[in-house]
């Protein structure tokens, strides 16, 4: 069964740090992992990967995939309560034609 | 954000009534998807579309159908509405199936 599993499921941390996000999965025909932001409305996107060890960035948020060891991490720095919200990963994958499958979700709160 | 609006975006039922929810898109993308949302289970395709009159089954599709009649309209419809299909649901578009979807703003549905 094609499982893509993020952790941790919630995370609660000051304003000011730093936090890596995980997502591991198990899909055969692997075609990419997506990453999205999810506020109170829709999934909004981050980041596409397709290759493994080539880091994507946009300002304090970066991603990087391993595709042999079969993960991907989402970190941010300096985190701001603005970035409070749901981060869900996405696997992208081929049966037939191309599918995405999500994790749960990581549920990210940044106190003051 | 892309063009994409749901409607109606809530709507209480009751169990055995007929629903439709609409999914409309400004973009002219030939790729369109309804995703339902629950705790614990981060975001299931139910159907998707790759065309008018072109639609496939995604893991969750019991209890649901769907058409494309014209490329900017997706349609989901449960012919028997029960309370297990309470959820929150998402349409999203995508230009090809290797491109990034994008989601709209969802409609929550609650059967009672």
């Known amino acids: 069964e094609d499982k893509v599993v993020q952790s941790p499921l919630s995370l609660v941390v000051h304003e000011g740090d730093t936090v890596t996000l995980n997502c591991s999965y198990e899909v055969t025909n692997f075609r990419s992992l997506l990453w999205y932001k999810q506020e109170k409305k829709a999934p909004t996107f981050l980041f596409m990967l397709?290759?493994?060890?080539i880091e994507k960035k946009s300002g304090r948020l970066s991603s990087i995939l391993d595709k042999k060891e079969l993960f991907s991490i989402l970190n941010i720095t300096a985190t701001q309560t603005g970035d409070s919200a749901i981060y869900l990963c996405?696997?992208?994958?081929?049966?037939?034609?191309?599918?995405?499958?999500f994790g749960q979700g990581t549920r990210l709160t940044i106190n003051p | 954000d892309a063009g994409i609006t749901q409607s109606p975006r809530h709507k209480v039922t009751e169990t055995g009534t007929p629903v439709t929810l609409r999914c409309h898109q400004t973009?002219?993308?030939?790729?369109m998807y309804w995703y339902r949302q629950d705790p614990g289970h981060g975001l299931r395709l139910i159907h998707y579309?790759?065309?008018?009159?072109?639609?496939d089954k995604g893991e969750v599709s019991d209890g649901y159908s769907v058409s494309r009649s014209k490329t900017e309209d997706f349609l989901l419809t449960l012919e028997s509405a029960t309370s297990s299909q309470t959820s929150v649901y998402f349409c999203?578009?995508?230009?090809?199936?290797?491109?990034?979807?994008?989601f709209g703003p969802g409609t929550r549905l609650l059967v009672l």
């Open positions: 973009e002219n993308h030939r790729y």
């Open positions: 397709t290759s493994s060890g």
């Open positions: 996405a696997v992208r994958y081929l049966r037939g034609a191309q599918k995405l499958v």
């Open positions: 999203a578009i995508s230009e090809s199936e290797q491109e990034t979807q994008y």
């Open positions: 579309s790759y065309g008018v009159k072109d639609t």
